[in-house]
């Protein structure tokens, strides 16, 4: 492909999603009422970037095994190109998500070739001048991390570079944070991982917190769900973006990730900010309504 493009520093993996009446006591169990398998991960970033307008590049690892198949397949169905050669040594990883009445969805992970990374096999990706990149938090808890790290030190300083730090954003190495953190342009977060970086529970001042303490940023997303998103722009207010009203809840498995995705297409397309995040509501919610992760293709 050419022209610009959203290359995901990322992972991805399987998903074997179990809908269960609730998540079972310590040594207890539960009846899942349905299973699905498919790809997640930053294939649903990627995905949603795609399916925006913006063509989208995996520069992550996959593996040789069945697992590895899946993701490949999954990567050619939403037109996401695959970057790097499959690890001769190991399969992917999976995720088993527990989704809960409401949508509410709870992970356990087997990390596999997409968190092992070399800085051999990462060569695969040679970064363009028109690239966006995007980046998981996910990826610098993975044994690789600091390959990951390094990558976005060593991309052009003008890469428009997007980061989501994830759910484990407290368990992260600091260095690592503050490292991939002071190299991207864009921060995307929920309230709760905010609040989890920063100490502030207000998406406003979590954010100036994180703009005051990374020089290099041009602007941070914090979403909230159904109440949309607060955006905050370097040399602005904060910004509150509603969202649309959308039928049922029934699985929030990778929203955020929709929403990054959804972000940087807009931001690509000569979006403004604000609008861009529009965008991304929207298309978060619609991710809600459907159930598993990665579906965004479909939209």
């Known amino acids: 492909m050419s022209g610009p493009r959203l290359v995901g520093l990322c992972s991805a993996l399987v ?12 040594g207890g169990d539960v009846l899942a009422s349905s299973y699905a398998a498919s790809v997640g991960g930053g294939l649903n970033a990627l995905a949603a970037s795609s399916a925006a307008g913006l063509p989208a590049a995996y520069a992550g690892g996959h593996g040789s095994g069945p697992f590895g198949d899946q993701v490949r397949a999954a990567m ?4 996401v190109d695959v970057l790097l050669a499959p690890s001769p040594d190991e399969d992917s990883g999976f995720c088993v998500v527990l989704v ?12 596999g070739a997409e968190g092992h990374l070399t800085p051999v096999a990462l060569s695969g990706y040679r ?9 998981s938090g996910y990826d610098l808890a993975y044994p ?23 759910p484990l954003v407290a368990e992260l190495d600091a260095y690592l944070l503050r490292t991939v953190a002071g190299h991207s342009t864009w921060v995307s977060l929920n309230n709760r991982e905010a609040a989890l ?10 954010a100036r917190s994180l703009l005051d303490s ?27 973006v509603a969202t649309v009203a959308v039928g049922q809840v029934v699985d929030t498995n990778g929203a955020g990730d929709v929403h990054a995705g959804t972000f940087a297409a807009g931001l690509a ?7 861009a995040a529009s965008r991304a509501n929207a298309a978060a919610a619609r991710s809600v309504t459907l159930a598993g992760p990665g579906l965004s293709s479909a939209w």
């Open 76 to 79: 050619a169905a939403r037109g």
């Open 100 to 111: 809960e009445p409401g949508g509410e969805r709870t992970f356990v992970t087997t990390v």
């Open 127 to 135: 970064a363009r001048a028109d690239d966006l990149v995007y980046v």
């Open 197 to 206: 970086w920063t100490g502030y529970d207000e998406a406003d001042t979590a």
């Open 15 to 26: 998903d074997l999603v179990l809908t269960v009446p609730g998540l079972p006591e310590a």
């Open 269 to 275: 397309a000569g979006a403004d900010p604000i609008a």
């Open 214 to 240: 990374t020089p290099g940023l041009v602007g941070v997303v914090v979403r909230s769900g159904q109440d949309g998103c607060v955006v905050l722009a370097r040399g602005a207010t904060p910004v509150p």
């Open 144 to 166: 690789h991390g600091s390959v990951v790290a390094e990558a976005v030190v060593a991309l052009p300083a003008d890469t428009l570079v997007l980061f989501d730090p994830g």
